[in-house]
T-cell receptor, first 115, second 110 residues
Framework: NAGVTQTPKFQVLKTGQSMTLQCAQDMNHNSMYWYRQDPGMGLRLIYYSASEGTTDKGEVPNGYNVSRLNKREFSLRLESAAPSQTSVYFC??????????????FGPGTRLTVL | AQSVTQLDSQVPVFEEAPVELRCNYSSSVSVYLFWYVQYPNQGLQLLLKYLSGSTLVKGINGFEAEFNKSQTSFHLRKPSVHISDTAEYFCAVSNNDMRFGAGTRLTVKP
């Protein structure tokens, strides 16, 4: 039981390049999330998916797109990377986003640097 | 929308000393409260959560937190810390969505 997995662990991009961050969970959770973590700012929600087939914007969605490929997988895409997107990205999942008492389970993170 | 303020960005303490990490929240409706811990180069793990009932909540690794509705606080405490407690700690509040505080870096020194 791996929980939430993310690939890659590290990535360096040049400005303007694109990439996709992959996330998968094996806990049969309905809801999945993408956060970015920046020093002194905690975690900020980029996008989330309440259930398979749905996605919604979070607090900081600009410059990102997401795909909920199936119940297990939720990917985050940067179409044209900018230095401001240098951050650590975390994927998380929970049983059901409409039940706010549920905890979220986090992946190990992807450390992205945009030069 | 709800928000969370962690009052200390860094807390250095000596091993075996007590520690309190402070968290205040604001919300116009009832919320659920969480503390997560992030060890270096890892994701976040749940320490404890308050849903309802007793205002004193016990979590893993000897941590506990007290919910105070009148002061809108949810401070995290441990009576005696270990070197292994060195980590970043995040308070979070959840209603429609989960909002995280900026984090408190706890450093335990020998």
């Amino acid at each position: 039981n791996a929980g939430v997995t993310q690939t890659p662990k590290f990535q360096v991009l040049k400005t303007g390049q694109s990439m996709t961050l992959q996330c998968a969970q094996d806990m049969n959770h309905n809801s999945m999330y993408w956060y970015r973590q920046d020093p002194g700012m905690g975690l900020r929600l980029i996008y989330y998916s309440a259930s398979e087939g749905t996605t919604d914007k979070g607090e900081v969605p600009n410059g990102y797109n997401v795909s909920r490929l199936n119940k297990r997988e939720f990917s985050l895409r940067l179409e044209s990377a900018a230095p401001s997107q240098t951050s650590v990205y975390f994927c998380a999942s929970s049983v059901e986003s409409r039940q706010p008492y549920n905890e979220q389970f986090f992946g190990p993170g992807t450390r992205l640097t945009v030069l | 929308a709800q928000s969370v303020t962690q009052l200390d960005s860094q807390v250095p303490v000596f091993e075996e000393a007590p520690v309190e990490l402070r968290c205040n929240y604001s919300s116009s409706v009832s919320v659920y409260l969480f503390w997560y811990v992030q060890y270096p180069n890892q994701g976040l793990q749940l320490l404890l959560k308050y849903l309802s009932g007793s205002t004193l909540v016990k979590g893993i690794n000897g941590f506990e937190a007290e919910f105070n509705k009148s002061q809108t606080s949810f401070h995290l405490r441990k009576p005696s810390v270990h070197i292994s407690d060195t980590a970043e700690y995040f308070c979070a509040v959840s209603n429609n969505d989960m909002r995280f505080g900026a984090g408190t870096r706890l450093t335990v020194k020998p």
